[in-house]
């Protein structure tokens, strides 16, 4: 074991990105200094715990100063999101402790747990409220939640090449093989929701509840949903594990929701299904948002659940339609519909063989097909699509000379989105990508690449000149953002039975 001094300390810190709050929390109150990297780990963790802890209370303190509705909204969603980094944090401590998780999966929950801070402080610049979470932003957490990613880093990139990815993860039992393929799916399912006169579930939500309230243990819980069209916003939370959406299909199997950022609720709290939990599930079914595109931000799903799988649905929005917030997601064989930042959000996440389409947006709006939202350079996050279709869907088709319809902006410094064998059509502008407003805000810092897609709008001669737009020719870069490597899916997808590509 290397012996250690003050000097080695302080020279640790100053490889993270905020050195001081690195030292303060070593030397602050600590009896003993760490004696090596894998105890500043350690120790840098639990003083990022500790700083949560605090943070929380400060949250608390605020929930007697919501006077008003978007008060209450914004306290509602810092309050869930710090818990949520608690939690995170705590299973990342615990996980490393005892050598029961990789330092890929440490990555993403440290990627999550920024990102839930980063959520709350956007949320109340939305609705003007900056000065109203300002105790939880100078609380110093997000801070040391990055000198978090920069120390684990340092420890992926020693384990990556070697790392082997586990068959099927804890979540996954022998029964959810085959799940989401299989007809006989429908005959497992623990409850049925049904709107047919004497159903003893009318609505999702009350199956969710009785869900909560049995000891059901880790096991998967499958809520069949039988065709209707159920108006319901539903939050799936952390308590919440391996719930599983079973429709008749996505024609026929509709959940919608109409609340918008118009309407006095931030883009978060928007959404008509918000899920949580890790390991979820979804198979024919449809998640809509009806406020249209003239009431703003208005989100059709929300998922922060890591190991989730979004198979044969649809998503039907204008402006923000999925919000991939957090954590590692697959979407397979999926329509999605929208007008500006159609995709957005800060997880690791693959969209495969989905149709993705543009409609008609408001008068003088752009469409934006993503926004990712990648806030740390060490965070391990992107969108990824590939062996997709872009298109325009049939309401912008008769306009679509007089709608500019761009693949992504960035919506945040680290922003970071690829396209890769994917059709393009006619609709999407020459440049491909669009600037943050009238600025060069992340031009050098993002990462947006292209590679071997096709049709009419691949061409990549007049996209943008900036330093951190890629077009790929190298399938070794590429493949960094494939099912295997950005989300770790070779082994927890083939649990599933989800047909997937794991490379190019």
């Not at 003993?32 to 963790?45: A, I, Q, Y």
């Not at 006169?197 to 499958?222: C, V």
């Not at 996050?381 to 709608?403: E, F, K, W, Y």
């Amino acid at each position: 074991m290397e012996s250690h001094n003050d000097d080695d300390v302080s020279r640790w810190c100053h490889t993270t990105p905020h050195p001081k709050h690195c030292m303060y929390s070593l030397f602050h109150g600590r009896a003993h200094l760490p004696r090596n990297k894998s105890e500043f780990r350690m120790v840098s963790l639990e003083a990022a715990l500790d700083q949560a802890h605090i943070t929380r209370g400060c949250a608390t303190n605020l929930e007697k100063l919501c006077l008003g509705k978007r008060k209450k909204e914004v306290w509602r969603d810092c309050y869930k999101l710090v818990n949520n980094t608690i939690i995170l944090l705590n299973q990342t401590l615990t996980g490393l402790k005892n050598n029961k998780i990789s330092d890929f999966d440490a990555q993403t929950w440290l990627s999550a747990a920024l990102t839930n801070l980063q959520t709350c402080f956007s949320g109340s610049r939305e609705v003007n409220l900056t000065s109203f979470v300002s105790p939880i932003k100078t609380s110093n957490l997000t801070e040391m939640i990055s000198n978090n990613l920069a120390i684990n880093q340092v420890f992926l990139n020693q384990t990556q090449k070697s790392d082997k990815m586990e068959d099927f993860p804890i979540w996954v039992t022998k029964k959810d093989r085959k799940l989401m393929q299989s007809a006989s799916i429908y005959k497992r399912a623990n409850v049925t929701v049904s709107q047919a006169k004497g159903s003893f579930f009318k609505t999702i939500q009350s199956a969710l509840d009785y869900a909560a309230s049995i000891n059901r243990g880790e096991g998967r819980f499958i809520i069949y949903i039988k065709r209707g069209v159920y108006r319901e916003n539903i939050d799936i939370g952390n308590d919440m594990k391996n719930i599983m959406f079973l429709g008749d299909g996505l024609r026929y199997t509709i959940i919608t929701g109409d609340r918008s950022m118009t309407g006095g609720f931030t883009t978060y709290s928007t959404a008509t299904v918000g899920v949580d939990g890790t390991g979820f599930m979804a198979r024919g079914i449809t998640f809509r948002n009806t406020a249209g595109p003239g009431k703003g931000q208005a989100v059709a799903l929300r998922s922060a659940s890591d190991l989730s799988v979004f198979y044969a649905c649809s998503f039907e929005g204008y402006q923000d339609t999925i919000f991939t917030l957090s954590q590692r997601q697959f979407y397979k064989l999926c329509y999605i519909y929208g007008t500006v930042d159609i995709i957005f959000g800060n997880a690791a996440v693959v969209f495969q063989n989905c149709m993705i389409l543009a409609r008609r947006p408001l008068n003088g709006q752009a469409n934006m097909i993503t926004a990712q939202g990648r806030g740390d350079p060490f965070q391990n996050t992107g969108i990824s699509i590939h062996n997709s279709r872009v298109m325009a869907a049939p309401d912008l088709q008769p306009v679509v000379g007089s709608v500019r319809t761009y693949l992504g902006r960035p919506w945040q410094e680290y922003s970071r989105t690829v396209f890769m064998k994917t059709f393009i059509d006619t609709h999407v502008n020459p440049q491909g990508w669009s600037p943050w407003g009238n600025t060069d805000f992340a031009f050098s810092t993002l990462y947006f690449g292209e590679y071997a897609n096709f049709g009419p709008g691949a061409a990549t001669r007049d996209r943008v000149k900036w330093p951190g737009y890629h077009i790929i020719d190298s399938p070794s870069e590429a493949s960094q953002f494939t099912v295997e490597r950005l989300i770790s899916g070779r082994g927890w997808l083939r649990a599933t039975e989800v047909p997937f590509i794991a490379g190019l």
